[in-house]
T-cell receptor, first 114, second 112 residues
């Protein structure tokens, strides 16, 4: 699976959009980009995933560059409860032969400032 | 409410005393998994199950057992716990895409 690079930490003002970048320059054509977050010592929470088109759900938007070498997770109106570590994970499609686990790197610690 | 539950949430035990951490999900998911999280090492998968009676090892299975007799439950068994199994444990479930997983609240285990 492709390696990902994320900033160690970021600040964002409450009410503003939080834009979290992820670099995955070695991503291959059939690999998806997944985003999770983990609020301190709670279970990780799935946010969104995508292949090449931009995706949006009730939590966030995912923008993937045309060359797919990087992506940005956007939380449109950040609140204090969005303070968490955000993980960008690249995985190939599930092939049906068994599922190995998700690999969480160090992620980005997003701090929402009041 | 759709959720994954784990019990107990906190446990302190002694070396060698068998214990079971339960995991249950109410979403009828086929896929379930156990992870441990340690500082500096991230989350590592212990075991996973694709469906009832189908289980397989993850990255760090030594010292653990699992069973999947019913779809909703996936207990983690430590037959003879040791201090190096002190960790934060998470159960997860998923359906369809196994990389879209839903995690439980975690169980903090301390083995003395």
């Amino acid at each position: 699976d492709a390696k990902t690079t994320q900033p160690t930490s970021m600040d964002c003002a409450e009410g503003r959009a939080a834009n979290l970048p992820c670099n995955h320059s070695t991503i291959s054509g059939n690999e998806y980009v997944y985003w999770y977050r983990q609020i301190h010592s709670q279970g990780p929470q799935y946010i969104i995933h995508g292949l090449k088109n931009n995706e949006t759900n009730e939590m966030a938007s995912l923008i993937i560059t045309e060359d797919r070498k990087s992506s940005t997770l956007i939380l449109p109106h950040a609140t204090l409860r969005d303070t968490a570590v955000y993980y960008c994970i690249v995985r190939g499609p599930y092939s049906g032969g068994g599922a190995d686990g998700l690999t969480f790197g160090k992620g980005t610690h997003l701090i929402i400032q009041p | 409410e759709a959720q994954v539950t784990q019990n107990p949430r906190y446990l302190i035990t002694v070396t060698g005393k068998k214990l079971t951490v339960t995991c249950s999900q109410n979403m009828n998911h086929e896929y379930m998994s156990w992870y441990r999280q340690d500082p500096g090492l991230g989350l590592r998968q212990i075991y996973y199950s694709m469906n009832v009676e189908v289980t397989d090892k993850g990255d760090v299975p030594e010292g653990y057992k699992v069973s999947r007799k019913e779809k909703r439950n996936f207990p983690l068994i430590l037959e003879s716990p040791s201090p190096n199994q002190t960790s934060l444990y998470f159960c997860a479930s998923g359906q369809g895409d196994p990389y879209e997983q839903y995690f439980g609240p975690g169980t903090r285990l301390t083995v003395t």
